[in-house]
T-cell receptor
Framework: DAGITQSPRYKITETGRQVTLMCHQT?????MFWYRQDLGHGLRLIYY???????DKGEVPDGYVVSRSKTENFPLTLESATRSQTSVYFC??????????????FGSGTRLTVV | TQLLEQSPQFLSIQEGENLTVYCNSS?????LQWYRQEPGEGPVLLVT?????EVKKLKRLTFQFGDARKDSSLHITAAQPGDTGLYLC??????????????FGQGTILTVHP
């Protein structure tokens, strides 16, 4: 029961570099989400996906790109990293669009530092 | 944009004390969830409340959804050091552009001292 895994767990990158955070789930959940967590802001939605090849912007999408060519993978790319993107990033999944029933299952997070 | 305000943001208490965390919004939610997060890990779902006025109990934790479905509370009785963590409330909307998405509060960091 691998669940939902994020990689890497920790990443340090330089300003202006491109970096990709990986998310893989083994349940074939339809919905997947990317959140960033910053003190005082809670969890803020960056992008989400309702199915393979269907993605949409969340609350804070600027500077990020996502793709979902396969149901199980949902990578998040920072095209040109900035210091303001230093954060802890969480990937989550849900069987369908009704979190009322199942809630979200989160990965363990990626701590990204941009220097 | 729907907002959820949690209070207090920080809570430091002694083992055995009782506490309540509040989650408030001006918006109506179809359901509300509470998650607990430990350092270095992702949030884990504790409970979902759906009906206005609903009360759910999970051992020493009691969750309540407001009658108007705009607010919720988490009450912990006789807190233990193992309860230490970040508690997050999250609201769900049933349809429209918010379908499938949760809105999270900013969280309450609870520390229970032995």
């Amino acid at each position: 029961d691998a669940g939902i895994t994020q990689s890497p767990r920790y990443k340090i990158t330089e300003t202006g570099r491109q970096v990709t955070l990986m998310c893989h789930q083994t349940w074939s959940h339809s919905y997947m989400f990317w959140y960033r967590q910053d003190l005082g802001h809670g969890l803020r939605l960056i992008y989400y996906s309702a199915a393979a090849d269907i993605t949409d912007k969340g609350e804070v999408p600027d500077g990020y790109v996502v793709s979902r060519s396969k149901t199980e993978n949902f990578p998040l790319t920072l095209e040109s990293a900035t210091r303001s993107q230093t954060s802890v990033y969480f990937c989550a999944s849900s069987p369908d669009g009704t979190p009322t029933l199942y809630g979200y299952t989160f990965g363990s997070g990626t701590r990204l530092t941009v220097v | 944009t729907q907002l959820l305000e949690q209070s207090p943001q920080f809570l430091s208490i002694q083992e055995g004390e009782n506490l309540t965390v509040y989650c408030n919004s001006s918006s109506v939610f179809s359901s509300l969830q509470w998650y607990r997060q430990e350092p270095g890990e992702g949030p884990v779902l504790l409970v979902t409340v759906v009906t206005g006025g609903e009360v759910k109990k999970l051992k020493r934790l009691t969750f309540q959804f407001g009658d108007a479905r705009k607010d919720s509370s988490l009450h912990i009785t006789a807190a233990q050091p193992g309860d230490t963590g970040l508690y997050l409330c999250a609201g769900a909307n049933a349809g429209g552009t918010s379908y499938g998405k949760l809105t999270f509060g900013q969280g309450t960091i609870l520390t229970v001292h032995p």
